[in-house]
């Protein structure tokens, strides 16, 4: 019985030891992140995946929207309507300079416009360089964004985080970050899927982008979001697979503005 005893008393330690651990870790993630800034359509927050700069001379953040069902933002390239969020840094320290990425985005097709972006959840990865590598950092984010359902709302939002010179530990958003980071659009070469020609036909006006892509492995479903100089937009591609699927031709309806020209344009695909 005195054995048994022990047992219960050291699980018993053994599990406040792990509580006040937990409890120990908590106020750390917790300033990984900015309070949220919530409205009735959307959230919007700043997170970090480390908990301090120490030894480092860029961090990980995100800018993490939780949206409203039926409600969206966009991608770096919107489409027909929209902007994506713009972000002024002005108020931080200890700050050089941000560069944002954008994972691949939702196609939403809605009375005849083609717009790209997200919804229910998308975080935007932010790598924010310091201007003193190793130095605490104060980030203060006074963001702009473009919230649509079937009406469009602009969103604003005053957002801080600090950072200080400690260890850079995981967070509790160092996984939700690198989830999102995994899914931006990158060259990869070597994995098969390849744009070997691209062409524009048609009436300048109104003119068309033809792609051809050849893939190692038939093609279960394809889609392309071109981006391009301003004054152009794309509409929704038509895809015709070729017998085996290793090849499609993409068919892109382009739009024009002003003195915007397709042919001779360089484009991202």
């Known amino acids: ?3 048994h005893a022990n047992r219960i008393s050291a699980a018993l330690i053994l599990l406040c030891t792990i509580l006040l651990g937990a409890a120990a870790a908590s106020p750390a993630w917790a300033k990984a992140a900015s309070d949220w800034v919530g409205t009735e359509f959307a959230d919007v ?4 995946a480390v908990a301090g700069t120490e030894g480092r001379d860029a961090v990980p953040l995100g800018l993490e929207f939780r949206l ?9 390239s919107a489409g ?32 005849g416009l083609e717009t790209f972006g997200y919804k229910d959840q998308v975080v935007y990865p932010i790598t924010a360089r310091l201007s003193e590598p190793g130095a605490p ?3 203060a984010a006074q963001v702009n964004a ?9 969103l604003e939002a005053a957002l801080t985080l600090d950072l200080p010179a400690t260890a850079p530990e995981p967070t509790a958003f160092t996984q939700l970050l690198n989830r999102w980071t995994a899914q931006v659009p990158r060259d990869l070469p070597g994995v098969g899927l390849d744009v070997t020609a691209a ?25 392309v979001f071109p981006e391009g100089p301003d004054g152009l937009s794309f509409g929704k591609p038509e895809i015709t697979l070729s017998q ?20 001779g344009a360089d484009l991202r695909l």
């Not at 409203?68 to 966009?74: C, D, L, P, S």
């Not at 524009?200 to 982008?209: K, W, Y």
């Not at 085996?244 to 042919?263: F, H, M, N, Q, S």
Request: proline share 10%; aromatic share 8%.
């Open 137 to 139: 950092v104060r980030l």
């Open 146 to 154: 473009l919230a649509c359902s079937e009406i469009c709302v602009p």
């Open 45 to 48: 927050r700043l997170i970090s």
């Open 244 to 263: 085996g699927a290793t090849a499609a031709t993409v068919r892109v309806p382009v739009g024009t503005r002003g003195e915007a020209r397709l042919a």
């Open 80 to 111: 027909d309507a929209g902007y994506p969020p713009q972000v002024d840094w002005g108020g931080s320290g200890n700050l050089a300079g941000t560069d944002t990425q954008y994972p691949v985005p939702h196609r939403f097709s809605l009375f």
């Open 68 to 76: 409203a069902e039926g409600w969206k933002v966009y991608w770096r």
């Open 1 to 3: 019985m005195p054995l």
């Open 199 to 223: 062409r524009a036909t048609g009436d300048p006006q109104s003119p068309t982008l033809v792609l051809t892509v050849a893939a190692g492995a038939p093609l279960d479903a394809l889609d």
